[in-house]
């Protein structure tokens, strides 16, 4: 039913990786989140007003929020698909992050509030005025959440996109809350106990829970995450496969919001390749990596001598000395200056994104155990910081 829904409403459905085609789709959850939370909204507060339930109301105030996270996703969704202009030059995508922000925000305020009013009717408990009426508004709106949160989440997973995700789980979320409310209501007329402004304090835990959950989400989209494993892994596995390629590092993943991802990588080569052959070589890469993945990719070449027996006998003395001083650490970008007093050891040391050992410590104590190879030698070392948490030597 739902792919007929989509194949009906949005036109080129399929071609999922044009902005113009993820807009509809945002445009058609944005559009069916707002007509069916109003309408949820309207028959409960209704309901809720006149049968005297606080849990009935709370929760249709939760379904007005609901809607007004789908008003606001539209327009994230409008301000992110802005072309780049000369202050933005990564483009608006996280516009879409900015809006989540605010909703986020406001749900939490309102379940604060909630919570006051709960309170009020346990304090001052009115007896609820049971309906069949508002049990069958209940059920309809179990029944229309269960849809509502099978359509974002379709639609999210099909664009990609972890604000309609994250509106198919909160409208799930919504079941659980509404399932309660209709269970404090028939409770009360089977056992003529009020449980309802408890309830209504349930829910709007549920709903000052959902808020700040939303808040640290997408207050750590906004900051910046770290990229997904498997993504690192599956770039780093397309560059490899390539003959001529002898390593990478440095490999950097920064997302400017949804379809704006920019990799940038240094990519090893044999340094006697004729210096055309590697340019050609990496520029195919280039492209490859850009079609495959959807992203904007640039990859430094970097030349490495592989037929100098005391280079690469150095090299792996050196990486010996870092791995046993932590196995998280490995060395990259080697060379070596040779000298009649002395000899420089140049060479980058990669470190993990939360790593903790004092830069300047550790800096004297692979000096003094390279020193210990030959006392000669000066350590020339560069700190880089691995921001997509994989080591690739």
């Known amino acids: 039913?739902?792919?007929?829904?989509?194949?009906?409403?949005?036109?080129?459905?399929?071609?999922i990786s044009d902005d113009v085609v993820r807009g509809?789709?945002?445009?058609?959850a944005g559009t069916f989140g707002i007509v069916t939370n109003i309408f949820l909204f309207g028959v409960k507060l209704i309901a809720g007003l006149l049968f005297n339930s606080i849990a009935v109301i709370a929760d249709a105030v939760n379904n007005l929020t609901d809607a007004g996270s789908s008003v606001i996703v539209l327009v994230g969704f409008k301000l992110s698909a802005k072309p780049a202009d000369e202050e933005h030059p990564y483009g608006h995508a996280r516009a879409e992050y900015i809006t989540g922000f605010l909703v986020s925000v406001v749900i939490s305020l309102l379940g604060i509030e909630l919570i006051k009013a709960s309170f009020g009717k346990i304090l001052n408990p009115d007896p609820i005025d049971f309906s069949y009426l508002t049990v069958l508004v209940l059920i309809i709106s179990i029944l229309i959440k269960l849809w509502q949160g099978t359509v974002n989440k379709t639609i999210g997973r099909r664009i990609d996109s972890t604000a309609l995700i994250a509106a198919g789980q909160d409208s799930m979320n919504d079941v659980i809350s509404t399932s309660s409310v209709l269970a404090a209501t028939v409770f009360a007329k089977l056992t003529n106990i009020q449980i309802d402004g408890y309830v209504g304090i349930a829910v709007a835990l549920f709903i000052l829970y959902s808020g700040v959950k939303l808040v640290k989400e997408t207050l750590n989209l906004l900051l910046g995450t770290a990229p997904d494993r498997d993504f690192v892994c599956a770039i780093e596995k397309e560059i490899l496969r390539y003959e001529g390629v002898l390593g990478l590092h440095d490999l950097v993943v920064h997302s400017y919001g949804p379809n704006r991802t920019f990799v940038s990588v240094h990519v090893e080569v044999d340094a006697k390749r004729d210096l055309l052959e590697s340019h050609d070589?990496?520029?195919?890469?280039?492209?490859e990596v850009t079609n495959k993945f959807n992203v904007n990719t640039v990859i430094h070449m970097d030349p490495i001598v592989t037929d100098d027996e005391r280079i690469n006998d150095l090299r792996r003395k050196?990486?010996?000395?870092?791995?046993?001083?932590d196995e998280k650490l490995s060395i990259h970008d080697?060379?070596?200056?040779?000298?009649k007093t002395h000899s420089n050891l140049i060479f980058d040391v990669l470190l993990p994104p939360s790593y903790e050992y004092g830069?300047?410590?550790?800096?004297?104590?692979?000096?003094?155990?390279?020193k210990k190879i030959?006392?000669?030698?000066?350590?020339?070392?560069?700190?880089d910081r691995?921001?997509?948490?994989?080591?690739?030597n």
């Open 1 to 15: 039913m739902i792919e007929r829904m989509l194949q009906l409403f949005i036109k080129d459905n399929g071609n």
């Open 24 to 28: 509809r789709y945002a445009t058609f």
């Open 281 to 287: 070589l990496i520029d195919n890469i280039e492209k």
């Open 318 to 325: 050196v990486n010996e000395i870092v791995r046993g001083i």
């Open 334 to 339: 080697f060379r070596v200056v040779l000298g």
């Open 359 to 370: 830069e300047t410590e550790l800096r004297k104590r692979i000096e003094h155990e390279i």
């Open 374 to 383: 030959d006392p000669t030698f000066n350590s020339v070392i560069t700190l």
């Open 386 to 392: 691995n921001y997509t948490s994989t080591i690739s």
